[in-house]
């Protein structure tokens, strides 16, 4: 699923941008329509070098930067295109004209509506699609957020494309904070360029799992299981994280994840 770069095929006010790349594509080959360049230093819009794409992603806001990497977690997540746009115009136009919501416009013409992600899932060898939108409880219950959410969700029906509102709750408000640090905790091993071996990892997490305590500062922990193995410590905080971010050591991610604390396993 993804729109021709072929440049006939839309408005010439379109072009210019998709002739640069930006919405159309897949995997290491997409751009998203809207990056952290067009927002300036304004907000928490930033840039994510990604795991299952080899590309820098664009989030525009936390909860999509959150929603980012527990989305790379997936096993069946093969290409994750943010900030994906419908450049359909014609039908977005009708859409609005026939739900009664006001088109975006810019410089006098109308602008594509965009989906926070499109994703891609492959399961037994076939690939399936869904579009996601990432609001906070309170915006997933704005009136006018409401309205250009309806579009989206329309405009994807008639693609037979599940649309989905992303329930936010456990990783919004007071759960934040803390769920975005864990996540970029056990994503470390990633930006250490750590070349993952799973043999190794679960050798390590059955060592782990002999001396882990509830009341055992992490710390404490691999420095032992480190010892025992005779790996580096260095190694031993890759494997850890690895082993955080693949689930094999199934962490609580509403729990602060720290060094220096007992580590909260989920039951």
């Not at 840039?47 to 525009?60: A, F």
């Not at 329309?154 to 990783?171: A, H, I, M, S, Y």
């Given at each position: 699923?993804?729109?021709?770069?072929?440049?006939?095929?839309?408005?010439?006010?379109?072009?210019?941008?998709?002739?640069?790349?930006?919405?159309?594509?897949?995997?290491?080959?997409?751009?998203?329509?809207?990056?952290?360049s067009?927002?300036?230093?304004?907000?928490?819009?930033?840039?994510?070098?990604?795991?299952?794409?080899p590309?820098v992603?664009?989030?525009?806001?936390?909860?999509?930067?959150?929603?980012?990497?527990?989305?790379?977690?997936?096993?069946n997540?093969?290409?994750?295109?943010?900030?994906?746009?419908?450049?359909h115009?014609?039908?977005?136009?009708e859409?609005?004209?026939?739900?009664?919501?006001t088109?975006?416009?810019?410089?006098?013409?109308?602008?594509?509506?965009?989906?926070?992600?499109?994703?891609?899932?492959?399961?037994?060898?076939?690939k399936?699609?869904?579009?996601?939108?990432?609001?906070?409880?309170?915006?997933?219950?704005?009136?006018?957020?409401?309205?250009?959410?309806?579009?989206?969700?329309?405009?994807?029906?008639?693609?037979?494309?599940?649309?989905?509102?992303?329930?936010?709750?456990?990783?919004?408000?007071?759960?934040?904070?803390?769920?975005f640090?864990?996540l970029?905790?056990?994503?470390?091993?990633?930006?250490?360029?750590?070349?993952?071996?799973?043999?190794?990892?679960?050798?390590?997490?059955?060592?782990?799992?002999?001396?882990?305590?509830?009341?055992?500062?992490?710390?404490?922990?691999?420095?032992?299981t480190?010892?025992?193995?005779?790996?580096?410590?260095?190694?031993a905080?890759?494997?850890?994280?690895?082993?955080?971010?693949?689930?094999?050591?199934?962490?609580?991610?509403?729990?602060?994840?720290?060094?220096?604390r007992?580590?909260?396993?989920?039951?």
């Amino acid at each position: 699923m993804k729109w021709t770069s072929e440049l006939s095929k839309y408005p010439p006010y379109l072009q210019k941008k998709i002739k640069k790349g930006r919405g159309v594509g897949s995997f290491d080959g997409y751009q998203p329509w809207i990056t952290k360049s067009d927002f300036g230093s304004a907000g928490s819009a930033t840039t994510v070098q990604g795991i299952v794409v080899p590309r820098v992603h664009h989030v525009l806001s936390d909860l999509e930067h959150i929603y980012l990497m527990l989305l790379e977690r997936r096993p069946n997540v093969i290409d994750i295109r943010e900030q994906w746009p419908i450049l359909h115009i014609d039908k977005t136009l009708e859409l609005c004209e026939r739900f009664g919501v006001t088109h975006g416009y810019a410089s006098g013409a109308p602008v594509p509506f965009t989906i926070d992600f499109l994703v891609t899932f492959e399961m037994d060898g076939k690939k399936y699609y869904e579009a996601k939108s990432v609001k906070t409880p309170e915006d997933a219950q704005n009136s006018k957020v409401r309205s250009r959410l309806q579009i989206e969700y329309q405009w994807c029906r008639l693609k037979n494309c599940p649309w989905v509102l992303v329930k936010t709750d456990g990783f919004s408000g007071r759960n934040k904070k803390v769920v975005f640090e864990n996540l970029n905790f056990m994503r470390e091993w990633f930006k250490n360029r750590y070349e993952p071996d799973l043999d190794e990892t679960l050798e390590f997490l059955r060592f782990f799992r002999t001396l882990y305590s509830p009341v055992r500062r992490l710390d404490e922990l691999m420095e032992r299981t480190a010892s025992g193995l005779r790996v580096t410590d260095g190694n031993a905080d890759n494997l850890i994280r690895f082993a955080m971010w693949k689930d094999l050591l199934k962490v609580s991610l509403t729990e602060k994840i720290d060094l220096t604390r007992p580590l909260i396993l989920r039951s």
